[in-house]
């Protein structure tokens, strides 16, 4: 049980880190006076770009499974697809909160309003999967929302927007919430409440889903269900202190860490590793393995992706490097 909920989090983690990433850029424009429309259009073509990837990568997935890969897979809704889609809607919702801030924080009011639209995307989804399901649009379109492809009901192994944009916009409100002046001065006790909601909403959502009193004619706990959002949200918030204090009081001051360094390639290391894991080019047999053997192969994964990671580095620092000028010294003669 407790190995499914750990592999629930790397989709989530991509997506809160993406809402992360746009609350820390936008807090640095808004720093340097930028308007709220340019904060709009650089974070809505960053994740025009991210979507663009995510149709290439389907192409070249589409390329290696020549022959039996059906034509629609090319529209297939995976995670850098819901990445793209979700920045650019996070671009929109930071246009909306800075055009009606008025006096008041602007990165409050930003992470007041991802907060609010985060939790109305967790009640919706139920309700988007089953009974008020946009079956009249075009299946591609409506994919994007609750993940139906072509097969006339939602898959669970897509990434529709519903519920899976919730979790970049947990990223902005959190994200935003933490530049404001009153978590600045805070400092770490910020990231120590930050890790005290996460634990409410983990029993929130326990107590939820143990509740006898259901809302959705259909509960799908481990897909759909809020209960099972709120605390995979729980879980990244905690996630998101122990980081914090991983960096300021643990193994963040050794030097070299492992981590930061597949952070700083994550697309690469992302599109790369896919193949290793789960296609053509797969080290291991999928479904026939045991825990020691899967262990083993995810250790091998993972020191692979670092070496690549390293290397990929290097490289773009060594194209990076001009030669600076010689500064030539004219004779001197002496009187």
């Known amino acids: 049980m407790w190995s499914q909920i750990v592999g629930t989090l790397p989709a989530p983690l991509f997506l809160f880190l993406a809402g992360i990433s746009v609350a820390l850029v936008i807090d640095k424009l808004l720093r340097k006076g930028t308007t709220p429309a340019l904060i ?24 290696i499974a020549w022959g039996w890969a059906p ?27 800075l055009a009606f ?23 919706l989804t139920p309700l988007l999967w089953t009974t008020w399901a946009p079956h009249w649009l075009p299946w591609p379109i409506e994919s994007y929302i609750n993940g139906v492809h072509n097969l006339g009901q939602p898959q669970a192994w897509l990434f529709p927007i519903f519920p899976w944009a919730g979790f970049a916009f947990a990223g902005l409100a959190i994200g935003s919430l933490l530049q404001t002046d009153l978590a600045k001065k805070l400092g770490g006790s910020a990231f ?33 269900s809020p209960a099972f959002f709120l605390t995979r949200v729980g879980i990244l918030l905690v996630v998101l202190a122990a ?6 009081w643990g193994a963040g001051h050794w030097g070299f860490s492992p981590l930061v360094q597949l ?8 599109w790369v590793h896919l193949e290793f894991v789960y296609g053509r080019l797969s080290i291991l047999p999928k479904k026939a393995m045991d825990i020691r053997t ?10 692979a992706m670092l070496a690549l990671s390293i290397l990929r580095t290097k490289l773009k620092s060594r194209r990076n490097i001009v030669p600076q000028p010689v ?4 004779p001197t003669v002496a009187g």
């Open 40 to 63: 709009a259009r650089t974070t809505i073509s960053r994740g025009a770009e991210i979507l663009a990837l995510g149709f290439l990568f389907r192409l070249q997935e589409y390329v």
């Open 71 to 97: 034509w629609t897979d090319l529209l297939r809704v995976d995670v850098l697809n819901v990445i793209g889609v979700s920045m650019m809607l996070l671009g929109l919702t930071c246009w909306i909160a």
């Open 101 to 123: 801030s008025g006096k008041l924080d602007k990165r409050a009011s930003i992470g007041t309003l991802a907060t609010a639209i985060c939790l109305s995307i967790s009640l």
């Open 192 to 224: 120590a409440l930050a890790s005290v909601a996460g634990l409410l909403l983990i029993s929130m959502g326990r107590g939820l889903d143990s509740s006898s009193r259901q809302f959705y004619a259909v509960y799908d706990y481990w897909h759909t």
């Open 243 to 248: 980081g914090y204090g991983w960096c300021r």
């Open 263 to 270: 952070g700083q390639t994550s697309l690469l290391v992302y």
């Open 294 to 303: 899967a262990s083993i192969g995810l250790l091998t994964i993972f020191l």
């Open 327 to 330: 500064a030539l010294k004219a």
